[in-house]
């Protein structure tokens, strides 16, 4: 079995650094997700986290695997590529959704379909 005592210095510090970097985008995202009133404002927060934050952690198991297998370990690029390809449909999916919910509502401070009108 391999034991995370096994990584070379150079890997342990490139992991390390990626997942700081990762964990604090993903508290970011999800502070923004509390503190962040409207919405349309709370909906981008947590895509920050989601994309940048995980790709981060990603990454750093990335290098992790590759340093320990002595190998290039390509596992992590199909979540990586799902999750790049997933979020934004989401994130679109969500907006829309709460976008036609607030029109049919008459929600005044919600942009009107068409600005010009």
Same mark, same amino acid.
């Given at each position: 079995?391999?034991?995370?005592?096994?990584?070379?210095?150079?890997?342990?510090?490139?992991?390390?650094?990626?997942?700081?970097?990762?964990?604090?985008?993903?508290?970011?995202?999800?502070?923004?997700?509390?503190?962040?009133?409207?919405?349309? =404002?709370?909906?981008?927060?947590?895509? *920050?986290?989601? &994309?940048?934050? $995980?790709?981060? #952690?990603? +990454? !750093?198991?990335?290098?992790?695997?590759?340093?320990?297998?002595?190998?290039?370990?390509?596992? =992590?690029?199909?979540?990586?590529?799902? *999750?790049?390809? &997933?979020?934004? $449909?989401?994130? #679109?999916? +969500? !907006?829309?959704?709460?976008?036609?919910?607030?029109?049919?509502?008459?929600?005044?401070?919600?942009?009107?379909?068409?600005?010009?009108?």
């Amino acid at each position: 079995m391999i034991q995370a005592p096994d990584l070379p210095a150079w890997a342990a510090l490139i992991v390390a650094i990626l997942l700081l970097s990762g964990s604090t985008m993903t508290l970011v995202g999800s502070l923004g997700l509390i503190r962040l009133k409207t919405f349309y =404002e709370r909906v981008h927060a947590p895509t *920050l986290g989601a &994309t940048v934050g $995980v790709g981060s #952690i990603v +990454l !750093a198991s990335m290098v992790c695997f590759t340093a320990l297998e002595s190998r290039f370990v390509l596992h =992590e690029i199909l979540i990586l590529a799902f *999750l790049t390809l &997933t979020t934004p $449909v989401t994130l #679109i999916s +969500l !907006a829309r959704a709460a976008l036609y919910r607030d029109r049919t509502a008459r929600d005044d401070e919600v942009p009107r379909e068409h600005p010009m009108d």
